[in-house]
Protein backbone atom coordinates (compact mmCIF):
# COMPACT_ATOMS: atom_id res chain seq x y z
CA UNK A 1 0.00 0.00 0.00
CA UNK A 2 1.94 2.57 -1.21
CA UNK A 3 1.64 5.93 0.07
CA UNK A 4 1.04 8.63 -2.61
CA UNK A 5 -0.32 12.05 -3.86
CA UNK A 6 -4.40 12.41 -2.74
CA UNK A 7 -6.45 11.94 -5.62
CA UNK A 8 -9.68 12.88 -6.87
CA UNK A 9 -12.40 11.06 -9.01
CA UNK A 10 -13.25 12.99 -12.46
CA UNK A 11 -14.25 10.36 -14.10
CA UNK A 12 -17.57 10.85 -15.97
CA UNK A 13 -15.73 14.37 -17.20
CA UNK A 14 -12.41 11.95 -18.09
CA UNK A 15 -14.91 9.98 -20.17
CA UNK A 16 -16.61 12.62 -21.72
CA UNK A 17 -13.55 14.36 -22.56
CA UNK A 18 -12.42 10.82 -24.07
CA UNK A 19 -15.67 10.89 -26.33
CA UNK A 20 -15.12 14.15 -27.42
CA UNK A 21 -11.03 13.69 -28.31
CA UNK A 22 -10.55 10.01 -29.04
CA UNK A 23 -11.86 10.99 -33.05
CA UNK A 24 -9.25 14.38 -33.28
CA UNK A 25 -5.87 12.24 -34.04
CA UNK A 26 -4.91 12.22 -37.83
CA UNK A 27 -4.67 8.59 -39.19
CA UNK A 28 -1.27 6.97 -40.03
CA UNK A 29 1.13 4.31 -39.23
CA UNK A 30 2.90 3.91 -36.18
CA UNK A 31 6.45 2.81 -38.38
CA UNK A 32 7.30 5.48 -39.83
CA UNK A 33 10.77 7.13 -39.49
CA UNK A 34 10.80 9.54 -35.94
CA UNK A 35 13.06 11.72 -38.25
CA UNK A 36 10.13 12.78 -40.28
CA UNK A 37 9.11 15.78 -38.22
CA UNK A 38 7.47 18.94 -39.22
CA UNK A 39 9.38 21.41 -39.63
CA UNK A 40 11.89 22.66 -42.45
CA UNK A 41 12.69 26.35 -43.85
CA UNK A 42 9.38 26.80 -45.42
CA UNK A 43 7.05 25.73 -42.56
CA UNK A 44 6.31 27.75 -39.50
CA UNK A 45 7.11 26.67 -35.89
CA UNK A 46 4.96 24.34 -34.14
CA UNK A 47 3.90 25.12 -31.01
CA UNK A 48 3.83 22.68 -27.92
CA UNK A 49 2.39 23.23 -24.92
CA UNK A 50 3.45 21.17 -21.66
CA UNK A 51 1.78 21.36 -18.35
CA UNK A 52 3.81 20.11 -15.81
CA UNK A 53 4.56 20.66 -11.67
CA UNK A 54 7.15 22.81 -9.81
CA UNK A 55 8.56 22.61 -6.49
CA UNK A 56 9.55 26.23 -6.48
CA UNK A 57 10.44 28.51 -9.17
CA UNK A 58 8.62 28.99 -12.69
CA UNK A 59 11.14 29.69 -15.79
CA UNK A 60 10.18 31.92 -18.44
CA UNK A 61 9.34 30.42 -21.86
CA UNK A 62 12.36 33.02 -23.67
CA UNK A 63 15.37 31.22 -21.97
CA UNK A 64 18.02 30.68 -24.18
CA UNK A 65 17.89 27.05 -23.87
CA UNK A 66 14.28 26.85 -24.68
CA UNK A 67 14.85 29.40 -27.55
CA UNK A 68 17.96 27.18 -29.14
CA UNK A 69 15.26 24.23 -28.33
CA UNK A 70 13.03 26.07 -30.40
CA UNK A 71 15.65 26.84 -33.36
CA UNK A 72 16.24 23.05 -33.38
CA UNK A 73 13.34 21.58 -33.64
CA UNK A 74 11.45 24.39 -35.54
CA UNK A 75 8.86 24.65 -32.77
CA UNK A 76 7.41 27.21 -29.96
CA UNK A 77 7.90 25.06 -26.30
CA UNK A 78 4.95 26.64 -24.05
CA UNK A 79 5.51 25.42 -20.57
CA UNK A 80 3.07 25.77 -17.99
CA UNK A 81 3.68 24.96 -14.38
CA UNK A 82 1.33 24.41 -11.62
CA UNK A 83 2.53 24.12 -7.83
CA UNK A 84 3.24 20.94 -6.23
CA UNK A 85 0.84 21.99 -3.86
CA UNK A 86 -2.63 21.77 -5.88
CA UNK A 87 -1.24 19.85 -8.77
CA UNK A 88 -3.58 17.64 -8.53
CA UNK A 89 -7.04 19.89 -7.89
CA UNK A 90 -5.22 22.37 -10.72
CA UNK A 91 -5.16 18.80 -12.89
CA UNK A 92 -8.56 18.07 -12.53
CA UNK A 93 -9.63 21.08 -13.35
CA UNK A 94 -8.72 21.04 -16.32
CA UNK A 95 -9.25 18.03 -16.88
CA UNK A 96 -12.86 18.48 -16.41
CA UNK A 97 -12.86 21.70 -18.35
CA UNK A 98 -11.46 20.12 -21.68
CA UNK A 99 -8.25 22.86 -21.45
CA UNK A 100 -5.65 19.97 -21.74
CA UNK A 101 -2.29 20.95 -23.06
CA UNK A 102 -0.13 18.92 -25.51
CA UNK A 103 1.65 17.47 -23.34
CA UNK A 104 0.06 16.48 -19.29
CA UNK A 105 2.45 15.45 -15.99
CA UNK A 106 0.65 13.25 -13.66
CA UNK A 107 2.31 12.51 -10.37
CA UNK A 108 1.39 8.43 -11.02
CA UNK A 109 -1.73 7.55 -12.96
CA UNK A 110 -2.56 4.85 -10.42
CA UNK A 111 -3.34 7.82 -7.96
CA UNK A 112 -4.76 9.91 -10.35
CA UNK A 113 -8.44 8.27 -10.90
CA UNK A 114 -9.67 10.86 -13.35
CA UNK A 115 -6.21 10.74 -15.63
CA UNK A 116 -6.65 7.22 -15.15
CA UNK A 117 -9.98 6.89 -16.79
CA UNK A 118 -9.34 9.01 -19.69
CA UNK A 119 -6.42 7.21 -20.47
CA UNK A 120 -8.39 4.01 -20.41
CA UNK A 121 -11.13 5.80 -22.28
CA UNK A 122 -8.48 6.95 -25.41
CA UNK A 123 -8.15 10.36 -24.38
CA UNK A 124 -4.17 9.97 -24.91
CA UNK A 125 -1.57 8.63 -27.59
CA UNK A 126 -0.77 5.31 -27.30
CA UNK A 127 3.06 4.87 -27.61
CA UNK A 128 3.42 1.55 -27.54
CA UNK A 129 4.56 1.44 -31.26
CA UNK A 130 5.82 4.99 -31.27
CA UNK A 131 8.34 4.57 -28.66
CA UNK A 132 10.87 1.87 -29.83
CA UNK A 133 11.95 3.70 -32.73
CA UNK A 134 13.54 7.15 -30.55
CA UNK A 135 16.81 5.64 -29.73
CA UNK A 136 17.52 7.45 -26.67
CA UNK A 137 14.11 6.84 -24.84
CA UNK A 138 14.37 2.97 -25.81
CA UNK A 139 17.62 3.17 -23.53
CA UNK A 140 15.58 3.67 -20.31
CA UNK A 141 15.26 0.08 -18.48
CA UNK A 142 13.03 -2.07 -19.63
CA UNK A 143 11.41 -2.66 -16.26
CA UNK A 144 10.91 1.04 -16.35
CA UNK A 145 8.65 0.62 -19.61
CA UNK A 146 6.91 -2.20 -17.53
CA UNK A 147 5.81 -0.31 -14.78
CA UNK A 148 4.37 2.44 -16.00
CA UNK A 149 2.09 0.29 -18.61
CA UNK A 150 -1.88 0.63 -18.19
CA UNK A 151 -3.32 -2.67 -19.51
CA UNK A 152 -0.18 -3.51 -21.27
CA UNK A 153 -0.22 -0.20 -22.99
CA UNK A 154 2.85 2.06 -22.81
CA UNK A 155 0.59 5.29 -22.21
CA UNK A 156 3.16 8.01 -21.17
CA UNK A 157 6.96 9.09 -20.77
CA UNK A 158 8.39 8.91 -17.28
CA UNK A 159 10.44 11.27 -15.86
CA UNK A 160 13.23 8.49 -15.21
CA UNK A 161 15.00 8.14 -12.00
CA UNK A 162 17.40 5.43 -10.72
CA UNK A 163 15.87 2.12 -9.98
CA UNK A 164 18.37 1.28 -6.86
CA UNK A 165 20.81 3.24 -4.65
CA UNK A 166 17.58 4.52 -1.92
CA UNK A 167 18.69 1.64 0.58
CA UNK A 168 22.02 1.54 1.75
CA UNK A 169 23.23 1.74 5.25
CA UNK A 170 24.96 4.40 5.84
CA UNK A 171 27.28 3.88 9.05
CA UNK A 172 29.82 6.10 11.45
CA UNK A 173 32.95 4.82 9.81
CA UNK A 174 35.30 6.33 12.81
CA UNK A 175 33.28 5.17 15.30
CA UNK A 176 33.98 1.49 13.92
CA UNK A 177 37.36 1.87 13.43
CA UNK A 178 38.19 3.47 17.24
CA UNK A 179 36.30 0.52 18.69
CA UNK A 180 37.86 -2.00 16.07
CA UNK A 181 34.65 -3.49 14.61
CA UNK A 182 34.07 -4.55 10.91
CA UNK A 183 30.42 -3.30 9.06
CA UNK A 184 27.92 -5.93 10.39
CA UNK A 185 27.04 -8.51 7.76
CA UNK A 186 24.36 -10.23 9.45
CA UNK A 187 21.55 -9.04 12.02
CA UNK A 188 23.54 -10.41 15.16
CA UNK A 189 26.60 -8.55 13.98
CA UNK A 190 24.75 -4.98 13.37
CA UNK A 191 22.97 -5.74 16.87
CA UNK A 192 26.09 -6.12 18.16
CA UNK A 193 27.51 -3.35 16.25
CA UNK A 194 24.34 -0.63 17.69
CA UNK A 195 25.27 -2.05 20.89
CA UNK A 196 28.85 -1.18 21.05
CA UNK A 197 28.32 2.64 19.95
CA UNK A 198 25.78 3.11 22.58
CA UNK A 199 27.38 1.68 25.26
CA UNK A 200 31.54 2.20 24.44
CA UNK A 201 31.81 5.94 24.25
CA UNK A 202 32.46 5.73 20.34
CA UNK A 203 32.88 9.95 20.53
CA UNK A 204 34.99 9.54 23.57
CA UNK A 205 33.35 12.26 25.43
CA UNK A 206 33.09 10.29 28.23
CA UNK A 207 29.19 10.33 28.08
CA UNK A 208 26.26 8.28 27.81
CA UNK A 209 25.07 10.17 24.84
CA UNK A 210 25.65 7.99 21.78
CA UNK A 211 22.91 5.48 20.18
CA UNK A 212 23.02 2.69 17.68
CA UNK A 213 20.67 3.21 15.32
CA UNK A 214 17.99 6.18 14.02
CA UNK A 215 15.25 6.27 12.16
CA UNK A 216 11.98 8.58 11.87
CA UNK A 217 8.43 6.86 12.79
CA UNK A 218 7.21 4.04 11.91
CA UNK A 219 9.94 2.59 9.84
CA UNK A 220 8.53 1.11 7.20
CA UNK A 221 10.98 2.05 4.79
CA UNK A 222 13.88 -0.38 6.54
CA UNK A 223 11.52 -3.25 7.21
CA UNK A 224 11.95 -4.86 3.83
CA UNK A 225 16.05 -5.41 4.52
CA UNK A 226 14.38 -8.46 6.65
CA UNK A 227 13.02 -10.21 3.72
CA UNK A 228 9.38 -9.13 4.23
CA UNK A 229 9.11 -7.91 0.51
CA UNK A 230 8.38 -4.59 -1.33
CA UNK A 231 4.97 -3.26 -0.28
CA UNK A 232 3.56 -6.91 -0.94
CA UNK A 233 4.70 -10.33 -1.07
CA UNK A 234 3.98 -14.18 -1.79
CA UNK A 235 2.03 -16.73 0.36
CA UNK A 236 2.47 -20.16 -0.21
CA UNK A 237 0.23 -20.49 -2.81
CA UNK A 238 1.17 -17.75 -4.62
CA UNK A 239 -0.91 -15.24 -3.99
CA UNK A 240 -0.45 -11.61 -2.80
CA UNK A 241 -0.59 -10.71 0.64
CA UNK A 242 0.63 -7.29 1.91
CA UNK A 243 4.26 -7.77 3.57
CA UNK A 244 3.14 -6.81 6.44
CA UNK A 245 1.58 -10.05 7.37
CA UNK A 246 4.76 -12.11 6.87
CA UNK A 247 6.85 -13.31 9.40
CA UNK A 248 9.86 -11.95 8.66
CA UNK A 249 8.17 -8.49 8.86
CA UNK A 250 7.51 -9.75 12.60
CA UNK A 251 11.12 -10.75 12.55
CA UNK A 252 11.85 -7.61 12.34
CA UNK A 253 9.64 -5.46 14.42
CA UNK A 254 10.89 -8.37 17.28
CA UNK A 255 14.14 -7.34 16.48
CA UNK A 256 13.64 -3.43 16.99
CA UNK A 257 11.73 -3.95 20.11
CA UNK A 258 14.73 -6.04 22.11
CA UNK A 259 16.94 -3.03 20.49
CA UNK A 260 14.87 -0.36 21.84
CA UNK A 261 14.25 -2.34 25.30
CA UNK A 262 18.29 -2.45 25.46
CA UNK A 263 19.03 1.07 24.86
CA UNK A 264 20.21 1.01 21.26
CA UNK A 265 17.98 3.16 19.14
CA UNK A 266 17.44 6.67 19.57
CA UNK A 267 13.98 6.96 21.76
CA UNK A 268 12.24 9.76 20.65
CA UNK A 269 12.42 8.16 16.85
CA UNK A 270 8.56 8.14 16.86
CA UNK A 271 8.36 12.21 16.92
CA UNK A 272 11.74 12.86 15.08
CA UNK A 273 10.69 14.52 12.02
CA UNK A 274 12.56 13.63 8.46
CA UNK A 275 15.00 16.53 8.68
CA UNK A 276 15.82 15.15 12.05
CA UNK A 277 17.18 12.15 11.15
CA UNK A 278 20.64 14.18 9.39
CA UNK A 279 20.94 16.31 12.43
CA UNK A 280 21.06 12.76 14.68
CA UNK A 281 24.00 11.58 12.39
CA UNK A 282 26.10 14.99 12.37
CA UNK A 283 25.34 15.40 16.10
CA UNK A 284 27.34 12.30 17.04
CA UNK A 285 23.61 11.26 18.49
CA UNK A 286 23.78 7.75 15.95
CA UNK A 287 26.18 6.14 14.41
CA UNK A 288 23.81 4.26 12.02
CA UNK A 289 20.68 4.70 9.60
CA UNK A 290 19.59 3.45 6.50
CA UNK A 291 19.30 6.04 3.03
CA UNK A 292 20.24 6.93 -0.25
CA UNK A 293 23.61 5.98 -0.77
CA UNK A 294 25.33 9.69 -1.60
CA UNK A 295 23.94 10.99 1.61
CA UNK A 296 27.30 9.33 3.65
CA UNK A 297 29.50 11.30 1.41
CA UNK A 298 27.68 14.57 1.45
CA UNK A 299 26.75 14.27 5.43
CA UNK A 300 30.27 13.46 5.98
CA UNK A 301 31.18 17.00 4.24
CA UNK A 302 29.06 18.40 7.20
CA UNK A 303 30.53 16.31 9.85
CA UNK A 304 33.88 17.14 9.77
CA UNK A 305 32.82 20.62 10.30
CA UNK A 306 32.62 19.07 14.04
CA UNK A 307 34.34 16.36 14.02
CA UNK A 308 37.29 16.60 11.62
CA UNK A 309 38.20 13.06 11.74
CA UNK A 310 34.41 11.81 11.34
CA UNK A 311 33.61 10.00 8.64
CA UNK A 312 30.06 8.28 7.52
CA UNK A 313 30.87 5.32 5.07
CA UNK A 314 27.67 3.16 2.69
CA UNK A 315 27.42 -0.54 2.87
CA UNK A 316 25.24 -3.11 1.93
CA UNK A 317 22.25 -3.95 4.31
CA UNK A 318 23.10 -6.68 6.36
CA UNK A 319 21.51 -10.18 5.54
CA UNK A 320 18.35 -11.22 6.45
CA UNK A 321 17.83 -14.43 8.74
CA UNK A 322 17.69 -16.59 4.90
CA UNK A 323 21.40 -15.63 4.58
CA UNK A 324 20.35 -12.49 2.22
CA UNK A 325 20.89 -9.08 1.58
CA UNK A 326 16.95 -7.23 0.86
CA UNK A 327 16.37 -4.40 -0.93
CA UNK A 328 13.18 -2.46 -2.82
CA UNK A 329 13.77 -1.24 -6.06
CA UNK A 330 12.41 2.01 -6.84
CA UNK A 331 9.40 2.31 -9.57
CA UNK A 332 12.18 3.76 -11.67
CA UNK A 333 10.43 7.29 -12.60
CA UNK A 334 8.58 10.08 -10.39
CA UNK A 335 5.89 11.57 -12.54
CA UNK A 336 4.38 10.52 -16.15
CA UNK A 337 3.91 12.48 -19.34
CA UNK A 338 0.43 12.35 -20.92
CA UNK A 339 0.33 13.29 -24.58
CA UNK A 340 -3.11 14.48 -25.26
CA UNK A 341 -4.65 12.56 -28.29
CA UNK A 342 -6.09 15.78 -29.99
CA UNK A 343 -2.66 16.39 -31.24
CA UNK A 344 -1.88 14.66 -35.15
CA UNK A 345 0.38 12.06 -35.74
CA UNK A 346 2.81 14.21 -36.68
CA UNK A 347 3.14 16.90 -33.93
CA UNK A 348 3.07 13.50 -31.83
CA UNK A 349 6.11 12.22 -33.46
CA UNK A 350 7.67 16.40 -33.19
CA UNK A 351 6.84 16.05 -29.24
CA UNK A 352 8.15 12.07 -29.07
CA UNK A 353 11.61 13.70 -31.51
CA UNK A 354 12.19 16.57 -28.49
CA UNK A 355 11.71 14.29 -26.14
CA UNK A 356 14.39 12.09 -27.13
CA UNK A 357 16.77 14.86 -27.53
CA UNK A 358 16.62 15.81 -24.17
CA UNK A 359 17.06 12.10 -23.20
CA UNK A 360 20.35 12.78 -23.63
CA UNK A 361 22.64 14.68 -21.36
CA UNK A 362 23.56 17.41 -24.01
CA UNK A 363 19.40 17.87 -24.42
CA UNK A 364 19.01 17.42 -20.76
CA UNK A 365 21.27 20.40 -19.87
CA UNK A 366 20.50 22.74 -22.46
CA UNK A 367 16.70 22.69 -20.88
CA UNK A 368 17.94 22.09 -16.72
CA UNK A 369 21.05 24.40 -16.99
CA UNK A 370 20.85 26.33 -20.36
CA UNK A 371 24.04 27.21 -22.26
CA UNK A 372 27.29 25.54 -21.83
CA UNK A 373 29.99 28.38 -20.66
CA UNK A 374 27.64 30.72 -20.22
CA UNK A 375 24.87 29.61 -17.70
CA UNK A 376 26.85 26.50 -16.72
CA UNK A 377 30.10 25.14 -16.59
CA UNK A 378 30.81 21.20 -17.23
CA UNK A 379 33.57 19.64 -15.62
CA UNK A 380 35.86 16.55 -17.17
CA UNK A 381 34.01 14.04 -14.84
CA UNK A 382 30.84 15.59 -16.33
CA UNK A 383 29.45 17.44 -13.69
CA UNK A 384 27.56 20.77 -13.88
CA UNK A 385 28.07 24.39 -11.57
CA UNK A 386 25.62 26.61 -12.40
CA UNK A 387 26.39 30.20 -12.32
CA UNK A 388 23.87 32.09 -9.81
CA UNK A 389 22.74 33.63 -12.33
CA UNK A 390 21.79 30.58 -14.09
CA UNK A 391 19.96 29.13 -10.89
CA UNK A 392 17.37 31.81 -11.13
CA UNK A 393 16.83 31.32 -14.69
CA UNK A 394 17.04 28.05 -14.27
CA UNK A 395 15.14 26.65 -11.27
CA UNK A 396 13.00 24.02 -12.21
CA UNK A 397 13.37 24.56 -15.62
CA UNK A 398 13.78 20.37 -16.57
CA UNK A 399 10.59 19.60 -14.89
CA UNK A 400 8.82 18.93 -17.86
CA UNK A 401 11.27 16.50 -19.39
CA UNK A 402 11.46 13.11 -19.27
CA UNK A 403 15.42 13.24 -18.67
CA UNK A 404 18.25 11.16 -19.18
CA UNK A 405 18.35 7.75 -16.91
CA UNK A 406 21.64 7.85 -14.71
CA UNK A 407 21.89 4.37 -13.28
CA UNK A 408 23.79 5.77 -10.76
CA UNK A 409 22.21 9.18 -9.59
CA UNK A 410 21.71 8.52 -5.84
CA UNK A 411 25.34 7.88 -5.66
CA UNK A 412 27.17 10.63 -7.32
CA UNK A 413 27.24 14.72 -6.85
CA UNK A 414 29.68 17.00 -7.56
CA UNK A 415 32.90 17.10 -6.57
CA UNK A 416 33.25 13.55 -5.16
CA UNK A 417 36.48 11.87 -5.12
CA UNK A 418 37.04 9.27 -7.55
CA UNK A 419 37.93 6.49 -5.36
CA UNK A 420 34.17 6.88 -3.50
CA UNK A 421 32.42 7.84 -6.82
CA UNK A 422 33.73 4.46 -7.78
CA UNK A 423 33.20 2.38 -4.94
CA UNK A 424 29.51 3.71 -4.71
CA UNK A 425 29.33 2.81 -8.10
CA UNK A 426 30.22 -1.41 -7.62
CA UNK A 427 27.84 -0.60 -4.28
CA UNK A 428 24.50 0.24 -6.56
CA UNK A 429 25.74 -2.54 -9.09
CA UNK A 430 25.65 -5.10 -6.06
CA UNK A 431 22.60 -4.09 -4.36
CA UNK A 432 20.86 -3.72 -8.32
CA UNK A 433 21.47 -7.75 -8.58
CA UNK A 434 19.39 -8.39 -5.51
CA UNK A 435 16.62 -5.33 -5.20
CA UNK A 436 13.10 -6.52 -6.07
CA UNK A 437 10.44 -4.50 -7.18
CA UNK A 438 6.60 -3.83 -6.11
CA UNK A 439 4.52 -6.22 -7.69
CA UNK A 440 1.74 -4.00 -7.77
CA UNK A 441 3.51 -0.90 -9.87
CA UNK A 442 1.27 0.55 -11.95
CA UNK A 443 -1.99 -1.34 -10.79
CA UNK A 444 -5.31 1.14 -10.13
CA UNK A 445 -5.98 1.77 -6.17
CA UNK A 446 -8.97 -0.52 -5.56
CA UNK A 447 -11.77 0.76 -4.50
CA UNK A 448 -11.76 0.00 -0.70
CA UNK A 449 -8.19 1.32 -0.49
CA UNK A 450 -9.29 4.60 -2.24
CA UNK A 451 -12.03 4.83 0.79
CA UNK A 452 -9.94 3.54 4.10
CA UNK A 453 -6.10 3.31 2.86
CA UNK A 454 -5.46 6.58 5.15
CA UNK A 455 -7.07 4.98 7.82
CA UNK A 456 -5.55 1.72 7.61
CA UNK A 457 -1.88 3.09 7.03
CA UNK A 458 -2.02 4.73 9.88
CA UNK A 459 -3.45 2.63 12.07
CA UNK A 460 -0.37 -0.10 11.06
CA UNK A 461 2.02 2.40 11.46
CA UNK A 462 0.96 3.15 14.87
CA UNK A 463 1.05 -0.34 16.09
CA UNK A 464 4.36 -0.61 14.40
CA UNK A 465 5.83 2.20 17.33
CA UNK A 466 3.66 0.48 19.62
CA UNK A 467 4.99 -2.74 19.25
CA UNK A 468 8.76 -1.50 19.22
CA UNK A 469 8.54 0.62 22.20
CA UNK A 470 7.11 -2.33 24.15
CA UNK A 471 3.24 -0.15 24.55
CA UNK A 472 2.01 -3.43 22.40
CA UNK A 473 3.35 -7.24 22.50
CA UNK A 474 4.14 -9.19 19.32
CA UNK A 475 1.10 -11.31 20.14
CA UNK A 476 -1.26 -8.00 19.81
CA UNK A 477 0.63 -7.69 16.32
CA UNK A 478 -0.77 -11.21 15.91
CA UNK A 479 -3.60 -10.17 16.54
CA UNK A 480 -3.94 -7.21 14.70
CA UNK A 481 -2.95 -8.37 11.66
CA UNK A 482 -5.35 -11.50 12.13
CA UNK A 483 -8.20 -8.55 12.20
CA UNK A 484 -7.31 -7.32 8.91
CA UNK A 485 -6.79 -10.95 7.34
CA UNK A 486 -10.84 -11.44 8.43
CA UNK A 487 -12.01 -7.49 7.62
CA UNK A 488 -14.43 -7.52 4.71
CA UNK A 489 -12.94 -4.21 3.21
CA UNK A 490 -9.28 -5.43 3.25
CA UNK A 491 -10.48 -9.08 2.35
CA UNK A 492 -11.40 -7.23 -1.07
CA UNK A 493 -8.61 -5.10 -1.42
CA UNK A 494 -6.45 -8.07 -1.35
CA UNK A 495 -8.19 -9.74 -3.65
CA UNK A 496 -8.95 -6.84 -6.32
CA UNK A 497 -5.28 -6.19 -5.82
CA UNK A 498 -4.45 -9.61 -6.77
CA UNK A 499 -6.85 -9.68 -9.62
CA UNK A 500 -5.09 -6.99 -11.26
CA UNK A 501 -1.87 -8.49 -10.66
CA UNK A 502 -2.65 -11.48 -12.58
CA UNK A 503 -4.43 -9.72 -15.52
CA UNK A 504 -1.27 -7.48 -15.89
CA UNK A 505 1.14 -10.52 -15.64
CA UNK A 506 -1.09 -11.92 -18.74
CA UNK A 507 -0.36 -8.71 -21.06
Excluded at 428 to 448: C, M, Y
Aim: proline share 5%; aromatic share 10%; hydrophobic share 35%.
Amino acid sequence: MRKRSKAWLAGAAAMALAASLAGCGKAGGANSNPSEAAGGANKPQMDISVTTITFGGTPSNDLDGYKELNNKFNVKMNVNYIPANNINEKLNALLASKELTDVMFVEYLESTPSYLNAVQQGAFWDLTPYVKHYPNLSKYPESVWENLKVDGKIMSLPRVRPLDGHMAMSIRQDWLDKLGLQAPKTMDELYNVMEAFTKKDPDGNGKADTYGLVFVGAPTGIMPMFGSGNNWAQDAAGNLIPDWWTPQFRDGLAFLNKAYQAGLLLPDFPVLKSTQLKEMLLQSKAGIAFNNIIDSYLYSLDLQKVVPQGKLTAYEVPAAADGKSHYTQAPGYYGQLLINKKVSEEKLKKILEIYDYTATKEGFNLIAYGIKDKDYKEAADGFVTQTDEGKKLYDNSSSWLAGYFNKYARAETSGIPADIRQYNYKLVDAISQKSKPDPTIGLSPTAPYLEKGADWNKKKQDMMVNVIIGKNSLADWDQFVKSYQEDASFKKHVQDTNDGYKKKAKK
